[in-house]
Structure formats: structure tokens, C-alpha cells
């Protein structure tokens, strides 16, 4: 099986996510982990999973401005810096164009540790353009959660993989049964 998993990060948290998502399909998974900036439509096109993440900014997915504004904290905050990968587009600009021809798909997010009703969570949003790009979700939205200072809560690397591994399974088992 060929997996990709696409993201958006700002502070690394949603990249940590991803690579810990990566690590959890195990060694029978060719995987590759990508920012959003490079994850092209061939590689899209090419796997058999595709997981997509992001940060939740103001309640959803990333804006330019959100976005803007990420980089602004960061470079007034000692503790915190930016992604590499931080500077290219964001999740909004890569879906438009895509076409998902039925691939199994998962959507996650990272955001503040707290209810949801008062955080958001961008993984809904991402789902929903996942589906409407023609992509078939194999599981729900997944949130990863960061404490009141933008590092990721303890515990939650470990979270990721096991989500990893869980999807994984169920494309596999999805793929024997059709």
C-alpha cells in the first residue's frame, strides 16, 4: 500500500503529527510525508491513502491572514519558531484543482487543548473538501492537541502513530474485501 500524508504547520506540531501518523502504518506501508507546498498531483494520484492535516486557526482551517498572523507570534515569542515548510501555501490554496477518484482519505488537526465547540477544529473542514474533491474518508476527523503555549501535549506522539497504524489497517482490510 502507498500512503501519503499531507500538511500545513506553522510552529512543527501538525508536521511532528504527520511524521508520527507516518510511523504508525508500520514497514508493509510505503509512505511519504510532504507540506502541502510539495504534495503534487501526481503523488495524490499515486497512493492509495492520503491523510491530510492541519492547524486550527480561529476556529477552521489556515488563512492568509490566520497564517500571517502565526508567523507575527512567532517572532515575538523566544520559545517558539517557525516551521520550515511554514512560508509556502496553506491547505485552502492545494484543494483547489484536486481530484480524489475515490482514494481513501483521513483528515487531522492539531489545536488548543480544550471543547472543541470552543476551540474548532479545522479536521471537519479538511474532511468536508476531502469528500467533495472526490476522496472517500476511512475514518473521522482527528484532533492532536497542543497545550496554551503551541507545544504538543504529552502523549499525544504516541496517539498519532496508533491513528497511523489504525488507518493503515483499514485500507488494508478495505483492499482484501473488494
Given at each position: 500500500?502507498r500512503?501519503?500524508?499531507?500538511?500545513?504547520?506553522?510552529?512543527?506540531n501538525?508536521?511532528?503529527?504527520?511524521?508520527?501518523?507516518?510511523?504508525?502504518?508500520?514497514?508493509?506501508?510505503?509512505?511519504?510525508?510532504?507540506?502541502?507546498?510539495?504534495?503534487?498531483?501526481?503523488?495524490?494520484?499515486?497512493?492509495?491513502?492520503?491523510?491530510?492535516?492541519?492547524?486550527?486557526?480561529?476556529?477552521?482551517?489556515?488563512?492568509?491572514?490566520?497564517?500571517?498572523?502565526?508567523?507575527?507570534?512567532?517572532?515575538?515569542?523566544?520559545?517558539?519558531?517557525?516551521?520550515?515548510?511554514?512560508?509556502?501555501?496553506?491547505?485552502?490554496?492545494?484543494?483547489?484543482?484536486?481530484?480524489?477518484?475515490?482514494?481513501?482519505?483521513?483528515?487531522?488537526?492539531?489545536?488548543?487543548?480544550?471543547?472543541?465547540?470552543?476551540t474548532?477544529?479545522?479536521?471537519?473542514?479538511?474532511?468536508?473538501?476531502l469528500?467533495?474533491?472526490?476522496?472517500?474518508?476511512?475514518?473521522?476527523?482527528?484532533?492532536?492537541?497542543?497545550?496554551?503555549?503551541?507545544?504538543?501535549?504529552?502523549?499525544?506522539?504516541?496517539?498519532?502513530?496508533?491513528?497511523?497504524?489504525?488507518?493503515?489497517?483499514?485500507?488494508?482490510?478495505?483492499?482484501?474485501?473488494?
Amino acid at each position: 500500500m502507498r500512503a501519503l500524508v499531507v500538511y500545513e504547520s506553522m510552529f512543527g506540531n501538525t508536521h511532528t503529527v504527520a511524521d508520527h501518523i507516518a510511523a504508525g502504518m508500520g514497514d508493509g506501508v510505503d509512505v511519504a510525508v510532504v507540506p502541502v507546498e510539495r504534495a503534487t498531483e501526481a503523488m495524490v494520484s499515486a497512493a492509495d491513502l492520503v491523510v491530510v492535516g492541519g492547524p486550527t486557526h480561529v476556529h477552521g482551517m489556515s488563512t492568509k491572514t490566520s497564517r500571517s498572523g502565526a508567523k507575527d507570534t512567532a517572532a515575538s515569542e523566544d520559545d517558539l519558531e517557525l516551521d520550515p515548510d511554514a512560508e509556502g501555501p496553506g491547505l485552502r490554496d492545494w484543494f483547489h484543482g484536486l481530484d480524489g477518484k475515490e482514494t481513501a482519505a483521513a483528515a487531522f488537526d492539531t489545536r488548543v487543548d480544550g471543547p472543541a465547540a470552543l476551540t474548532g477544529r479545522a479536521s471537519k473542514g479538511i474532511a468536508r473538501r476531502l469528500r467533495h474533491h472526490g476522496f472517500v474518508l476511512v475514518a473521522d476527523p482527528e484532533s492532536f492537541l497542543v497545550d496554551s503555549d503551541s507545544h504538543l501535549v504529552a502523549a499525544e506522539d504516541d496517539r498519532a502513530e496508533t491513528w497511523g497504524a489504525a488507518l493503515a489497517a483499514t485500507v488494508d482490510l478495505k483492499d482484501v474485501r473488494t
